[in-house]
Each structure stands twice: as structure tokens, then as C-alpha cells.
Nanobody
């Protein structure tokens, strides 16, 4: 099973940008589809973006399409989430997830997810 550690969260003003990182340990990182999710206080965990094993296929929630970009580097065992034009409603705990043999679109409904990170806080001030 892959272990995941997120970093890069923090406090940013509305309209600003942040880049989140998710570092994976364990073997066969390139066999996993990866995804980013977020959870605001009192709400459920929402899907944001998914990426397949090679990085050749990505899938986004409508709420972040055009503002967020997911990418990965299998040589570095890392997946990133570039977030631009941040809004106060983007405030949440952001976490990454891994699905062995999964797909970018399958991450939306959490198909095959077998690893979660602990999350990193993102706070957007108005």
C-alpha cells in the first residue's frame, strides 16, 4: 500500500495561487491513479481532480475546471495540484488519494482508492 503525505497548504488572499504536493512512498507509484479531494468544515469530502498512471489523462470537477491543474512525475513519486484564482469558498482541508490500477475519472467516485494522505489546510481570505 502506498503512503501519502501532502504539503504546500497555507493562507492566501482571494485571487492568489498555491501549489500542493503529494509525496508517495512505497513501490509501483506509476501503477496508481491519483486524485485530489477537499473537505470543508461540516461538509463531505469532495472530488477535485484525478490523473491516470501516466499523466496522459486528467479529469476535473466542474467547480475547479480552468482554475486547478493536476500533474504528476513518476520519477519523483509526486503529484501536484496547482490552484489559481483562489476563492474564499476554496477554504478546506485538501488531501490526495491513490487507486491501484485506477483511472482519472474513476477517482471522482473513489473507485479502488486504497490510500489517503492526512491532508493540508488551505485558507483563502477575502
Amino acid at each position: 500500500q502506498v503512503q501519502l503525505v501532502e504539503s504546500g497548504g497555507g493562507l492566501v488572499q482571494a485571487g492568489g495561487s498555491l501549489r500542493l504536493s503529494c509525496a508517495a512512498s512505497g513501490r509501483s507509484f506509476s501503477s496508481y491513479a491519483m486524485g485530489w479531494f477537499r473537505q470543508a468544515p461540516g461538509k463531505g469530502r469532495d472530488f477535485l481532480a484525478g490523473i491516470n498512471w501516466s499523466g496522459g489523462s486528467t479529469y476535473y470537477a466542474d467547480s475547479v475546471k480552468g482554475r486547478f491543474t493536476i500533474s504528476r512525475d513518476n520519477a519523483k513519486n509526486t503529484v501536484w495540484l496547482q490552484m489559481n484564482n483562489l476563492k474564499p469558498e476554496d477554504t478546506a482541508v485538501y488531501c490526495c488519494a491513490a487507486a491501484f490500477g485506477g483511472t482519472a475519472q474513476g477517482m471522482k467516485v473513489k473507485i479502488g482508492i486504497n490510500g489517503w494522505g492526512q491532508g493540508t489546510q488551505v485558507t483563502v481570505s477575502s
